[in-house]
Nanobody, 124 residues
């Protein structure tokens, strides 16, 4: 299993911003899909944002207009810029990759490799 490592989580007040980073190997960075997922206590894991090899992006409705997924090819790093944070955004955030290609959008498919997660806590 390839290694993915998230960073950038923390505690912030509602309305604030955070940028999450996910460092990967160069091989992992060529994956068909890379995405950010989150899970809060008592809730199912949900896809937040994903980016395909073509550069196309997909977002959950709850974060559209507030979050932006991007990648830096030179650094093999995936980012999630989170603005206008709300208490309901509080969760453990995970970076993940899917190695094989897909005919479906990257938020609708299974992922192979996962990071350990970084905690985001938004207070009201």
């Amino acid at each position: 299993q390839d290694q993915l490592a998230e960073s950038g989580g923390g505690a912030v007040q509602a309305g604030g911003s955070l940028r999450l980073s996910c460092t990967t190997s160069g091989y992992t960075f060529t994956s068909a899909c890379m995405g950010w997922f989150r899970q809060a206590p008592g809730k199912e894991r949900e896809g937040v944002a994903a980016i395909g090899r073509s550069g196309s992006t997909t977002y959950a409705d709850s974060v559209k207009g507030r979050f932006t997924i991007s990648k830096d090819n030179a650094k093999n790093t995936l980012y999630l810029q989170m603005n206008s944070l709300k208490p309901e955004d509080s969760a453990m955030y995970y970076c993940a990759s899917r190695r094989s290609g897909t005919w479906f959008g990257c938020l609708a498919v299974q992922y192979n490799d996962w990071g350990q997660g970084t905690q985001v806590t938004v207070s009201s």
